[in-house]
């Protein structure tokens, strides 16, 4: 008898945006400086009317699936230039709308330069949490996020992150998000970033492929410049266990390691639950596909005329929801997989690869076997202390077999911006 198909999961993750323009012109930015440039065609910002849709579609998805649940992500562009009183009035609209039996996490991502005391003040009111960029020291940030005259925006970061820093507005910070740059001091810009006491980090690889390669990754398995990278930074922080905020790649690799479920898309193959919304109300697939060929997120939806289920139904979704499933057969064999779960699915797109454009490994294959051996190597030196069966409780690069301990997953990985 033929298996049934899984049925697809339902979203549990909305990422909105708010606003399709920004006040900076970062170097490396997946919506304006990638393949695609769909967002020459958006509305500058979101229409009342769009808003008050997206919200009732998320509460429809809400109350058709029983979730208990939402994550809703602010998101641009740059967020922040909606406006206060867009925001505030989109997070009222959402809060009414979802059923009473749903709670609502919303959360916004902004570089942080036009955060001020009344933003905060209204995102306390509303419970909206914030995370911002920060790439490092000025010299390390400045290097690629500047404004479209060419300033530097990491005076104006750092004086946003100052006033987080109160006690008053604490609460609202959930973390700092960074960009990989393999060229920089790992350890200086690790300690530059402890120095704003952030209560996470969210370290992310540069979006890129086996087309269109990120910096200093070239196609040598002998060279790892990310992981040479984020090995000292993983030292400096496992070192410091119980001192140190919360990693959310290092959480992860640690969790799978010893037999628990990633908490993120970017390692251990978890299932996409994220739908994506533009400032015209079109539903779309994840927008890190933007840096893979034009077109690649969108689907032909729009709020104003589809439910969330006709994207769930989309094959792209599918395809991120697939797991082990829809890895290259290279991947699927490979005694890591368990840990890396093929990493990240954008970076895994190749053009030209016979209609499977994404059935390949990742353009990082070197860099996560590296880094999750050397992971794998300090967790089982510490888990005889922990009361386990050391190594034999970790996977390891030569381990095709479950772990003995389970760790709940990272559930907190943050959408990059």
């Given amino acids: 008898m033929p298996e049934h198909p899984r049925p697809p999961l339902p979203f549990r993750e909305f990422l909105v945006k708010v606003h399709s323009r920004c006040n900076l012109a970062c170097h490396y930015c997946y919506v304006y400086e990638s393949a695609d440039r769909g967002w020459r065609s958006q509305p500058v910002g979101m229409a009342p009317a769009t808003a008050g849709r997206i919200v ?24 922040l230039l909606a406006g206060g009183e867009f925001l505030a009035r989109f997070v009222r609209g959402l809060r009414t709308a979802l059923p009473a039996a749903t709670r609502a996490e919303v959360a916004l991502q902004t570089n942080g330069t036009l955060l001020d005391e009344p933003l905060l003040r209204l995102c306390r009111t509303e419970g909206i949490r914030i995370g911002v960029s920060l790439d490092g020291p000025p010299a390390v940030h400045d290097r690629h996020r500047r404004d479209p005259a060419g300033r530097g925006s990491h005076a104006r970061v750092a004086g946003a992150l100052r006033l987080l820093a109160r006690p008053e507005h604490r609460p609202l910070w959930a973390g700092l998000l ?20 952030p209560p996470a980090l969210t370290l992310i690889l540069p979006l890129g492929n086996w087309t269109v390669p990120p910096p200093g990754r070239v196609p040598d398995p002998t060279r790892t410049p990310y992981a040479d990278w984020l090995v000292p930074v993983f030292d400096r922080w496992y070192a410091s266990a119980g001192r140190a905020p919360r990693v959310t790649l290092f959480d992860s690799v640690i969790d799978l390691l010893l037999g628990g479920d990633s908490g993120s ?46 994207l769930l139904r989309h094959p792209g979704v599918a395809a991120r929801q697939a797991g082990r ?11 890591l997989v368990a840990v890396c779960g093929g990493g990240h699915y954008p970076h895994r797109y190749r053009e030209g690869s016979g209609g499977a454009g994404h059935d390949n ?29 050391g190594a034999a409780a970790v996977r390891t690069p030569g381990d095709r077999g479950e772990g003995a301990v389970r760790t709940p997953g990272d559930r907190g990985a943050g959408h990059g911006g």
């Fill in 178 to 197: 960074t960009t990989v740059d393999p060229s920089t001091d790992p350890l200086a810009t690790y300690e530059h970033l402890l120095s704003y006491d």
């Fill in 265 to 310: 898309e970017a390692i251990g193959g978890a299932p996409s639950r994220l739908a994506v919304i533009d400032t015209d109300g079109s539903l779309t697939l994840s927008d890190h596909l933007k840096t893979t060929y034009d077109g690649a997120d969108r689907t032909g939806l729009s709020v104003h005329r589809d439910p969330f289920d006709a």
């Fill in 361 to 389: 490994p990742s353009v990082y294959c070197p860099d996560l076997v590296r880094f999750i051996g050397h992971v794998a190597k300090a967790v089982a030196a510490d888990v005889p202390a922990a009361g386990g069966s």
């Fill in 325 to 335: 499933a829809g890895l290259c057969a290279g991947c699927r064999a490979c005694p």
């Fill in 56 to 79: 009732r579609r998320i509460a429809e998805h809400a109350r058709g699936h029983a979730l208990p649940s939402v994550r809703v992500i602010l998101h641009g562009g740059e967020p």
